[in-house]
Protein backbone atom coordinates (compact mmCIF):
# COMPACT_ATOMS: atom_id res chain seq x y z
CA UNK A 1 0.00 0.00 0.00
CA UNK A 2 1.13 3.21 -0.51
CA UNK A 3 0.85 5.22 2.89
CA UNK A 4 2.76 2.78 3.53
CA UNK A 5 5.49 2.68 0.33
CA UNK A 6 8.05 4.44 3.20
CA UNK A 7 7.51 0.46 4.70
CA UNK A 8 9.35 -0.72 1.51
CA UNK A 9 11.93 2.52 0.49
CA UNK A 10 12.83 3.57 4.68
CA UNK A 11 12.78 0.78 7.27
CA UNK A 12 11.41 -2.38 5.62
CA UNK A 13 13.05 -3.98 8.75
CA UNK A 14 10.69 -2.20 11.41
CA UNK A 15 8.06 -4.41 9.86
CA UNK A 16 10.18 -7.27 9.68
CA UNK A 17 11.93 -7.57 13.18
CA UNK A 18 9.46 -5.73 15.39
CA UNK A 19 6.64 -5.79 13.68
CA UNK A 20 5.36 -2.17 15.05
CA UNK A 21 2.36 -2.15 13.68
CA UNK A 22 2.82 1.79 13.88
CA UNK A 23 2.96 3.64 10.72
CA UNK A 24 6.07 5.42 10.45
CA UNK A 25 4.64 8.88 9.69
CA UNK A 26 4.67 9.87 6.16
CA UNK A 27 2.68 13.28 6.60
CA UNK A 28 4.26 16.38 6.41
CA UNK A 29 3.35 19.08 8.45
CA UNK A 30 1.95 22.79 7.06
CA UNK A 31 4.61 25.72 6.66
CA UNK A 32 3.38 28.63 6.43
CA UNK A 33 5.15 31.50 4.20
CA UNK A 34 7.33 33.07 7.71
CA UNK A 35 10.51 32.43 9.51
CA UNK A 36 10.76 32.15 13.07
CA UNK A 37 14.44 32.46 14.95
CA UNK A 38 14.78 29.04 17.07
CA UNK A 39 15.45 31.23 20.11
CA UNK A 40 13.07 34.09 19.56
CA UNK A 41 9.41 34.74 20.50
CA UNK A 42 7.16 34.42 17.31
CA UNK A 43 6.37 37.46 15.92
CA UNK A 44 2.61 38.83 15.57
CA UNK A 45 2.30 37.27 11.96
CA UNK A 46 3.12 34.11 12.63
CA UNK A 47 1.10 34.02 16.30
CA UNK A 48 -2.20 35.13 13.69
CA UNK A 49 -1.46 31.79 11.45
CA UNK A 50 -1.02 29.73 14.65
CA UNK A 51 -4.94 30.79 15.36
CA UNK A 52 -5.73 29.58 12.37
CA UNK A 53 -5.29 26.12 13.07
CA UNK A 54 -2.23 25.74 11.32
CA UNK A 55 1.08 24.28 11.70
CA UNK A 56 4.13 26.60 12.34
CA UNK A 57 8.07 26.06 11.37
CA UNK A 58 11.14 27.45 12.87
CA UNK A 59 13.64 27.68 10.87
CA UNK A 60 16.47 30.97 10.52
CA UNK A 61 16.74 31.09 6.98
CA UNK A 62 14.18 31.63 4.25
CA UNK A 63 15.93 29.75 1.26
CA UNK A 64 16.18 26.53 3.53
CA UNK A 65 12.24 27.10 4.05
CA UNK A 66 11.84 27.12 0.31
CA UNK A 67 13.99 23.75 -0.14
CA UNK A 68 12.50 22.34 2.70
CA UNK A 69 8.52 23.16 0.66
CA UNK A 70 9.95 21.97 -2.62
CA UNK A 71 11.06 18.82 -0.94
CA UNK A 72 8.32 18.67 1.09
CA UNK A 73 6.00 18.55 -2.30
CA UNK A 74 7.84 15.95 -3.79
CA UNK A 75 7.84 13.85 -0.55
CA UNK A 76 3.71 14.30 -1.12
CA UNK A 77 3.67 13.18 -4.51
CA UNK A 78 5.92 10.06 -3.81
CA UNK A 79 9.01 11.23 -5.84
CA UNK A 80 10.95 10.52 -2.62
CA UNK A 81 14.01 10.34 -4.31
CA UNK A 82 13.92 13.59 -5.95
CA UNK A 83 12.66 14.90 -2.45
CA UNK A 84 16.32 13.92 -1.05
CA UNK A 85 18.33 16.44 -1.94
CA UNK A 86 16.37 19.54 -1.14
CA UNK A 87 15.94 18.36 2.23
CA UNK A 88 19.47 17.98 2.34
CA UNK A 89 20.15 21.34 1.20
CA UNK A 90 17.80 22.79 3.78
CA UNK A 91 19.47 21.60 6.66
CA UNK A 92 22.50 22.47 4.92
CA UNK A 93 21.22 26.08 5.46
CA UNK A 94 20.20 25.67 8.82
CA UNK A 95 21.47 22.68 10.61
CA UNK A 96 18.88 23.54 13.17
CA UNK A 97 15.53 23.17 11.29
CA UNK A 98 14.26 19.69 13.07
CA UNK A 99 11.26 19.47 10.87
CA UNK A 100 13.08 19.30 8.16
CA UNK A 101 15.57 16.63 9.65
CA UNK A 102 12.19 14.99 10.46
CA UNK A 103 11.35 14.82 6.61
CA UNK A 104 14.91 13.56 5.36
CA UNK A 105 14.44 10.71 8.27
CA UNK A 106 11.03 9.98 6.27
CA UNK A 107 12.46 9.32 2.96
CA UNK A 108 15.82 7.80 3.56
CA UNK A 109 16.51 5.09 1.32
CA UNK A 110 17.93 3.40 4.65
CA UNK A 111 17.17 2.41 7.88
CA UNK A 112 20.67 3.98 9.04
CA UNK A 113 19.76 7.06 7.90
CA UNK A 114 16.46 7.41 9.02
CA UNK A 115 17.82 6.82 12.66
CA UNK A 116 19.97 9.27 12.11
CA UNK A 117 17.63 12.05 11.27
CA UNK A 118 14.82 11.10 13.26
CA UNK A 119 17.61 11.20 16.68
CA UNK A 120 18.22 14.66 15.04
CA UNK A 121 15.25 16.17 14.89
CA UNK A 122 14.40 14.46 18.05
CA UNK A 123 17.65 16.87 19.85
CA UNK A 124 15.96 19.97 17.96
CA UNK A 125 12.08 19.06 19.18
CA UNK A 126 12.01 21.70 21.90
CA UNK A 127 13.41 24.67 20.07
CA UNK A 128 11.00 23.87 17.41
CA UNK A 129 7.38 25.10 17.34
CA UNK A 130 4.43 22.94 19.42
CA UNK A 131 3.22 21.58 16.56
CA UNK A 132 6.49 20.33 14.73
CA UNK A 133 7.61 19.13 18.76
CA UNK A 134 4.88 17.11 18.42
CA UNK A 135 4.73 15.58 14.60
CA UNK A 136 8.55 14.39 16.09
CA UNK A 137 7.62 13.27 19.25
CA UNK A 138 4.57 10.87 17.24
CA UNK A 139 7.29 9.88 14.80
CA UNK A 140 9.84 8.76 17.83
CA UNK A 141 6.90 6.49 19.77
CA UNK A 142 6.03 4.81 16.35
CA UNK A 143 9.86 4.26 15.31
CA UNK A 144 10.11 2.72 19.01
CA UNK A 145 7.55 0.83 18.39
CA UNK A 146 5.43 2.51 21.28
CA UNK A 147 1.60 2.67 19.43
CA UNK A 148 -0.49 4.28 22.64
CA UNK A 149 2.25 6.86 22.80
CA UNK A 150 2.46 7.68 19.12
CA UNK A 151 -1.67 7.57 19.34
CA UNK A 152 -1.73 9.66 21.96
CA UNK A 153 0.64 12.45 20.63
CA UNK A 154 -0.87 12.26 16.99
CA UNK A 155 -4.11 12.88 18.62
CA UNK A 156 -2.49 16.38 20.42
CA UNK A 157 -1.65 17.42 17.81
CA UNK A 158 -4.74 17.01 15.73
CA UNK A 159 -6.64 18.64 19.04
CA UNK A 160 -4.49 21.37 19.02
CA UNK A 161 -4.22 22.27 15.21
CA UNK A 162 -7.59 20.76 14.16
CA UNK A 163 -7.37 22.79 10.99
CA UNK A 164 -4.29 21.29 9.61
CA UNK A 165 -4.97 18.85 6.97
CA UNK A 166 -1.73 17.46 7.38
CA UNK A 167 -2.20 16.83 10.70
CA UNK A 168 -5.33 14.78 10.00
CA UNK A 169 -3.77 13.30 7.04
CA UNK A 170 -1.04 11.94 9.36
CA UNK A 171 -3.59 10.69 12.30
CA UNK A 172 -5.43 8.89 9.43
CA UNK A 173 -2.16 7.20 8.69
CA UNK A 174 -1.96 5.90 12.57
CA UNK A 175 -5.27 4.53 12.37
CA UNK A 176 -4.09 3.01 8.61
CA UNK A 177 -1.33 1.34 10.19
CA UNK A 178 -3.92 -0.73 12.96
CA UNK A 179 -6.33 -1.32 10.83
CA UNK A 180 -8.63 0.77 11.93
CA UNK A 181 -10.06 1.87 8.86
CA UNK A 182 -13.06 3.03 9.94
CA UNK A 183 -11.25 6.06 11.41
CA UNK A 184 -8.99 6.34 8.85
CA UNK A 185 -11.05 6.96 6.68
CA UNK A 186 -13.02 9.81 8.62
CA UNK A 187 -9.81 11.38 8.82
CA UNK A 188 -8.53 11.13 5.48
CA UNK A 189 -11.88 12.35 4.49
CA UNK A 190 -11.77 15.34 7.04
CA UNK A 191 -8.44 16.23 5.22
CA UNK A 192 -9.96 16.68 1.80
CA UNK A 193 -12.52 18.54 3.11
CA UNK A 194 -10.30 21.29 4.84
CA UNK A 195 -7.52 21.27 1.73
CA UNK A 196 -10.07 20.31 -1.16
CA UNK A 197 -6.95 20.40 -3.64
CA UNK A 198 -4.80 17.90 -1.41
CA UNK A 199 -4.05 15.35 -3.26
CA UNK A 200 -2.44 13.22 -0.92
CA UNK A 201 -5.58 12.71 1.34
CA UNK A 202 -7.24 10.90 -1.95
CA UNK A 203 -4.70 8.80 -2.37
CA UNK A 204 -4.47 6.60 1.09
CA UNK A 205 -8.23 7.03 1.13
CA UNK A 206 -7.91 4.92 -1.96
CA UNK A 207 -6.46 2.54 -0.08
CA UNK A 208 -8.28 2.98 3.05
CA UNK A 209 -11.32 2.45 0.88
CA UNK A 210 -9.77 -0.62 -0.79
CA UNK A 211 -9.15 -2.46 2.52
CA UNK A 212 -12.86 -2.37 3.11
CA UNK A 213 -13.59 -3.80 -0.36
CA UNK A 214 -15.15 -0.88 -1.04
CA UNK A 215 -13.47 -0.74 -4.60
CA UNK A 216 -16.11 1.91 -6.27
CA UNK A 217 -15.67 4.09 -3.87
CA UNK A 218 -12.12 3.50 -4.02
CA UNK A 219 -11.47 3.79 -7.74
CA UNK A 220 -13.69 7.31 -7.74
CA UNK A 221 -11.21 8.44 -4.40
CA UNK A 222 -8.10 7.37 -7.20
CA UNK A 223 -9.38 8.85 -9.83
CA UNK A 224 -10.17 12.49 -7.92
CA UNK A 225 -6.15 11.95 -7.12
CA UNK A 226 -5.84 11.68 -11.11
CA UNK A 227 -7.57 14.75 -11.69
CA UNK A 228 -5.50 16.64 -9.10
CA UNK A 229 -2.01 16.13 -10.51
CA UNK A 230 -2.49 14.41 -13.57
CA UNK A 231 1.08 14.57 -14.63
CA UNK A 232 2.69 12.83 -12.10
CA UNK A 233 3.46 9.07 -11.97
CA UNK A 234 1.69 8.31 -8.58
CA UNK A 235 -1.73 8.27 -9.18
CA UNK A 236 -1.66 5.97 -12.21
CA UNK A 237 0.20 3.65 -10.12
CA UNK A 238 -2.33 3.67 -7.02
CA UNK A 239 -4.88 2.90 -9.61
CA UNK A 240 -3.30 0.18 -10.97
CA UNK A 241 -2.53 -1.03 -7.50
CA UNK A 242 -6.42 -1.48 -6.84
CA UNK A 243 -6.51 -3.40 -9.93
CA UNK A 244 -3.95 -5.44 -9.35
CA UNK A 245 -5.71 -6.01 -6.40
CA UNK A 246 -9.09 -7.11 -7.96
CA UNK A 247 -7.36 -9.18 -10.09
CA UNK A 248 -7.58 -7.25 -13.06
CA UNK A 249 -4.00 -7.50 -13.88
CA UNK A 250 -4.28 -6.38 -17.50
CA UNK A 251 -5.45 -3.32 -16.13
CA UNK A 252 -2.55 -2.52 -14.12
CA UNK A 253 -0.18 -2.90 -16.15
CA UNK A 254 -1.18 -0.50 -18.19
CA UNK A 255 -2.00 2.03 -16.09
CA UNK A 256 1.99 1.50 -14.14
CA UNK A 257 3.04 1.52 -17.65
CA UNK A 258 1.27 4.67 -18.05
CA UNK A 259 3.05 5.95 -14.88
CA UNK A 260 6.22 4.97 -16.05
CA UNK A 261 5.74 6.91 -19.20
CA UNK A 262 5.75 10.09 -17.18
CA UNK A 263 8.25 9.31 -15.19
CA UNK A 264 10.54 6.29 -16.12
CA UNK A 265 12.74 6.26 -12.53
CA UNK A 266 9.33 5.72 -10.56
CA UNK A 267 10.55 2.19 -9.75
CA UNK A 268 7.62 1.03 -7.60
CA UNK A 269 5.49 0.93 -10.95
CA UNK A 270 8.16 -2.03 -12.27
CA UNK A 271 7.35 -3.47 -8.63
CA UNK A 272 3.65 -3.39 -9.29
CA UNK A 273 4.18 -4.62 -12.80
CA UNK A 274 6.65 -7.29 -11.83
CA UNK A 275 3.74 -9.15 -9.19
CA UNK A 276 0.98 -8.62 -11.97
CA UNK A 277 2.96 -10.41 -14.25
CA UNK A 278 4.00 -13.01 -11.02
CA UNK A 279 0.06 -13.15 -10.28
CA UNK A 280 -0.23 -14.83 -14.19
CA UNK A 281 1.89 -17.14 -13.89
CA UNK A 282 4.58 -14.89 -15.99
CA UNK A 283 8.11 -15.44 -13.08
CA UNK A 284 10.63 -15.23 -15.95
CA UNK A 285 8.99 -12.20 -17.26
CA UNK A 286 8.47 -10.69 -13.51
CA UNK A 287 11.98 -11.22 -12.82
CA UNK A 288 13.41 -9.56 -15.66
CA UNK A 289 11.02 -6.52 -14.35
CA UNK A 290 12.07 -6.13 -10.76
CA UNK A 291 15.94 -6.12 -12.55
CA UNK A 292 14.67 -3.10 -14.29
CA UNK A 293 14.62 -1.98 -10.57
CA UNK A 294 18.30 -2.69 -9.85
CA UNK A 295 19.07 -1.24 -13.59
CA UNK A 296 17.60 2.36 -12.28
CA UNK A 297 18.57 1.97 -8.98
CA UNK A 298 19.91 5.62 -7.35
CA UNK A 299 19.99 4.49 -3.93
CA UNK A 300 20.40 1.55 -1.52
CA UNK A 301 17.27 1.75 -0.63
CA UNK A 302 15.79 1.20 -4.43
CA UNK A 303 18.41 -1.79 -4.92
CA UNK A 304 16.70 -2.97 -1.85
CA UNK A 305 13.39 -3.05 -3.85
CA UNK A 306 14.50 -5.14 -6.05
CA UNK A 307 16.31 -7.54 -4.14
CA UNK A 308 13.67 -8.28 -2.02
CA UNK A 309 11.28 -8.27 -5.10
CA UNK A 310 13.02 -11.29 -5.97
CA UNK A 311 13.63 -12.71 -2.64
CA UNK A 312 9.55 -13.00 -2.83
CA UNK A 313 9.30 -14.40 -6.31
CA UNK A 314 11.98 -17.08 -5.99
CA UNK A 315 10.13 -18.15 -2.80
CA UNK A 316 6.82 -18.20 -4.84
CA UNK A 317 8.43 -20.37 -7.57
CA UNK A 318 9.28 -22.57 -4.77
CA UNK A 319 13.12 -22.21 -5.26
CA UNK A 320 14.26 -21.09 -1.71
CA UNK A 321 17.99 -21.28 -2.05
CA UNK A 322 17.84 -18.97 -4.31
CA UNK A 323 15.70 -16.93 -2.07
CA UNK A 324 18.40 -16.91 0.74
CA UNK A 325 20.94 -15.93 -1.94
CA UNK A 326 18.75 -12.64 -2.78
CA UNK A 327 18.75 -12.16 0.88
CA UNK A 328 22.59 -12.46 1.32
CA UNK A 329 22.78 -9.92 -1.42
CA UNK A 330 20.53 -7.32 0.32
CA UNK A 331 22.42 -8.37 3.64
CA UNK A 332 25.73 -7.29 1.54
CA UNK A 333 24.57 -4.09 0.73
CA UNK A 334 23.64 -3.30 4.56
CA UNK A 335 27.24 -4.81 5.45
CA UNK A 336 28.85 -2.33 2.67
CA UNK A 337 27.22 0.85 4.89
CA UNK A 338 26.47 -0.65 8.32
CA UNK A 339 23.17 -0.57 8.34
CA UNK A 340 22.51 -2.42 11.41
CA UNK A 341 18.98 -1.56 11.43
CA UNK A 342 18.81 -3.55 7.73
CA UNK A 343 21.29 -5.76 8.94
CA UNK A 344 18.59 -7.01 11.56
CA UNK A 345 16.42 -7.11 9.39
CA UNK A 346 17.65 -9.22 6.75
CA UNK A 347 18.65 -11.74 8.80
CA UNK A 348 14.73 -11.97 10.69
CA UNK A 349 13.78 -12.26 6.50
CA UNK A 350 16.63 -15.23 6.18
CA UNK A 351 15.05 -16.81 9.36
CA UNK A 352 11.64 -16.63 7.92
CA UNK A 353 12.55 -18.15 4.96
CA UNK A 354 14.30 -21.01 6.65
CA UNK A 355 11.31 -21.56 8.81
CA UNK A 356 9.05 -21.95 5.94
CA UNK A 357 11.34 -24.15 4.73
CA UNK A 358 11.29 -26.33 7.60
CA UNK A 359 14.81 -25.58 8.37
CA UNK A 360 14.40 -24.87 12.02
CA UNK A 361 17.75 -25.07 13.80
CA UNK A 362 18.67 -22.71 11.04
CA UNK A 363 15.66 -20.38 11.39
CA UNK A 364 16.79 -20.19 15.21
CA UNK A 365 20.25 -19.11 14.07
CA UNK A 366 19.38 -16.19 12.16
CA UNK A 367 16.80 -14.87 14.38
CA UNK A 368 19.29 -15.27 17.32
CA UNK A 369 21.67 -13.36 15.25
CA UNK A 370 19.30 -10.72 14.23
CA UNK A 371 18.39 -9.92 18.07
CA UNK A 372 21.97 -9.97 19.20
CA UNK A 373 22.79 -7.27 15.68
CA UNK A 374 19.50 -5.20 17.22
CA UNK A 375 20.77 -5.08 20.78
CA UNK A 376 24.71 -4.60 20.47
CA UNK A 377 23.66 -1.23 18.13
CA UNK A 378 23.39 2.22 19.47
CA UNK A 379 19.38 2.07 18.53
CA UNK A 380 17.41 3.23 21.22
CA UNK A 381 16.81 1.09 24.31
CA UNK A 382 12.84 0.63 23.70
CA UNK A 383 13.85 -1.14 20.08
CA UNK A 384 15.83 -3.36 21.86
CA UNK A 385 13.63 -4.16 24.26
CA UNK A 386 11.10 -4.66 21.81
CA UNK A 387 13.44 -6.58 19.97
CA UNK A 388 13.55 -9.18 22.74
CA UNK A 389 9.95 -9.12 23.05
CA UNK A 390 9.58 -10.34 19.62
CA UNK A 391 12.15 -13.08 19.56
CA UNK A 392 9.52 -14.70 22.11
CA UNK A 393 7.22 -14.47 18.78
CA UNK A 394 9.88 -16.25 16.40
CA UNK A 395 11.01 -19.02 19.86
CA UNK A 396 7.10 -20.00 19.95
CA UNK A 397 7.39 -20.09 15.34
CA UNK A 398 10.80 -22.55 15.48
CA UNK A 399 9.06 -24.91 18.70
CA UNK A 400 5.66 -25.35 17.04
CA UNK A 401 7.90 -26.43 13.63
CA UNK A 402 9.89 -29.04 15.82
CA UNK A 403 6.49 -30.18 17.44
CA UNK A 404 8.04 -28.75 20.65
CA UNK A 405 4.22 -27.58 22.14
CA UNK A 406 5.89 -27.18 25.66
CA UNK A 407 8.13 -24.78 24.47
CA UNK A 408 5.94 -23.09 22.17
CA UNK A 409 3.33 -22.94 25.11
CA UNK A 410 5.83 -20.50 27.34
CA UNK A 411 7.54 -18.88 24.69
CA UNK A 412 3.98 -17.74 23.29
CA UNK A 413 2.85 -16.58 26.69
CA UNK A 414 6.62 -14.52 27.55
CA UNK A 415 4.97 -12.44 23.86
CA UNK A 416 1.87 -12.17 24.94
CA UNK A 417 3.38 -10.71 28.58
CA UNK A 418 5.38 -8.02 26.14
CA UNK A 419 2.69 -7.46 23.78
CA UNK A 420 0.09 -6.62 26.68
CA UNK A 421 2.87 -4.64 28.56
CA UNK A 422 3.64 -2.52 25.45
CA UNK A 423 -0.03 -2.20 24.60
CA UNK A 424 1.40 -2.75 20.91
CA UNK A 425 -2.15 -3.26 18.58
CA UNK A 426 0.02 -5.29 16.11
CA UNK A 427 1.88 -7.61 18.64
CA UNK A 428 -1.45 -8.42 20.63
CA UNK A 429 -2.89 -9.74 17.25
CA UNK A 430 0.18 -11.46 16.43
CA UNK A 431 -0.40 -12.82 20.29
CA UNK A 432 -3.89 -14.10 19.16
CA UNK A 433 -2.15 -15.61 16.04
CA UNK A 434 0.19 -17.59 17.84
CA UNK A 435 -2.95 -18.81 19.98
CA UNK A 436 -4.18 -20.00 16.94
CA UNK A 437 -1.09 -22.13 15.79
CA UNK A 438 -1.06 -23.84 19.23
CA UNK A 439 -4.96 -24.38 19.54
CA UNK A 440 -5.05 -25.81 15.66
CA UNK A 441 -1.86 -28.30 16.94
CA UNK A 442 -4.17 -29.42 19.73
CA UNK A 443 -6.89 -29.94 17.11
CA UNK A 444 -8.62 -27.45 19.17
CA UNK A 445 -10.95 -25.90 16.00
CA UNK A 446 -13.52 -23.62 17.67
CA UNK A 447 -10.16 -22.11 20.29
CA UNK A 448 -8.37 -21.64 16.51
CA UNK A 449 -10.75 -20.20 14.75
CA UNK A 450 -11.74 -17.40 17.61
CA UNK A 451 -8.25 -16.71 17.74
CA UNK A 452 -7.77 -16.57 14.24
CA UNK A 453 -10.53 -13.72 14.12
CA UNK A 454 -8.26 -11.16 16.55
CA UNK A 455 -5.59 -12.19 14.79
CA UNK A 456 -4.07 -9.73 12.18
CA UNK A 457 -5.94 -10.77 8.77
CA UNK A 458 -4.45 -8.47 6.17
CA UNK A 459 -2.07 -10.96 6.40
CA UNK A 460 -2.58 -13.44 3.82
CA UNK A 461 -1.44 -16.11 5.58
CA UNK A 462 -4.20 -15.87 8.68
CA UNK A 463 -6.78 -16.41 6.24
CA UNK A 464 -5.33 -19.74 4.72
CA UNK A 465 -4.79 -20.63 8.63
CA UNK A 466 -8.53 -20.42 8.80
CA UNK A 467 -9.29 -21.88 5.65
CA UNK A 468 -7.22 -25.29 7.33
CA UNK A 469 -9.42 -25.07 10.16
CA UNK A 470 -12.30 -25.23 8.62
CA UNK A 471 -11.49 -27.57 6.66
CA UNK A 472 -10.37 -29.85 9.35
CA UNK A 473 -13.60 -29.10 11.14
CA UNK A 474 -15.44 -30.51 7.82
CA UNK A 475 -17.17 -27.60 6.84
CA UNK A 476 -15.94 -27.01 3.10
CA UNK A 477 -17.95 -23.99 2.21
CA UNK A 478 -16.11 -21.59 4.92
CA UNK A 479 -12.86 -23.36 4.05
CA UNK A 480 -13.40 -22.42 -0.30
CA UNK A 481 -14.44 -18.91 1.34
CA UNK A 482 -10.76 -18.18 3.47
CA UNK A 483 -8.76 -20.53 0.42
CA UNK A 484 -10.33 -17.92 -1.92
CA UNK A 485 -9.30 -14.88 -0.18
CA UNK A 486 -5.85 -16.09 0.38
CA UNK A 487 -5.21 -17.09 -3.14
CA UNK A 488 -6.75 -13.46 -4.09
CA UNK A 489 -4.75 -11.67 -1.70
CA UNK A 490 -2.72 -10.00 -4.77
CA UNK A 491 -0.72 -7.74 -2.78
CA UNK A 492 2.66 -5.97 -4.16
CA UNK A 493 5.30 -8.49 -3.13
CA UNK A 494 5.43 -10.12 -0.07
CA UNK A 495 6.85 -12.84 1.68
CA UNK A 496 3.19 -14.06 3.63
CA UNK A 497 1.35 -13.96 0.81
CA UNK A 498 4.57 -15.95 -1.25
CA UNK A 499 4.35 -18.61 1.42
CA UNK A 500 0.99 -19.66 0.66
CA UNK A 501 0.03 -18.89 -3.07
CA UNK A 502 1.06 -22.18 -3.84
CA UNK A 503 -0.79 -23.80 -1.23
CA UNK A 504 -3.97 -22.37 -2.06
CA UNK A 505 -4.02 -22.81 -6.29
CA UNK A 506 -2.36 -19.59 -8.32
CA UNK A 507 -4.84 -17.12 -9.81
CA UNK A 508 -4.21 -17.26 -13.46
Known amino acids: MKSMKSEKRTILFLTLVFFIGATILTG ?193 SFKK ?10 PYDSLAELFLKMGRFDDAITQYRKALAIDSNFINSHLGIGAALMYQGRADEAAAEFNKITSKARSDGERRTALFALTVLAVDSGKVDQALAEVDKQYALG ?67 KKDLATAKTESQEFRKGAEASKNPAQLKQAHELAALIALEEKNYDQAIAELQQANLQNPQNLYRLSQVYQAKGDAPKAKEFSAKAAAFNSLPQLNYAFIRNKTGKQT
Open 225 to 234: YIELIPNDPN
Open 28 to 220: FSQVEDQKTASAAPEPASAQATANSGKILNTTVSEVARKEFLQGRDLAERLLIQDSIQHFDKAISLDPTFALAHLNRANVSPTAKEFFDHLKKAVSLAEKASEGERLLILGTEAGANGNASKQKETLEKLVAAYPNDERARFILGGYFFGQQDFDSAILHYKRATELAPKYSPAYNILGYALRQKENYSEAEQ
Open 335 to 401: EKSSDVPNLAGDLQLKGLVLLEAGKYDEAKQAFERGLKTTVDSNLSQEIKDNAKVFQHFNSTRVALG
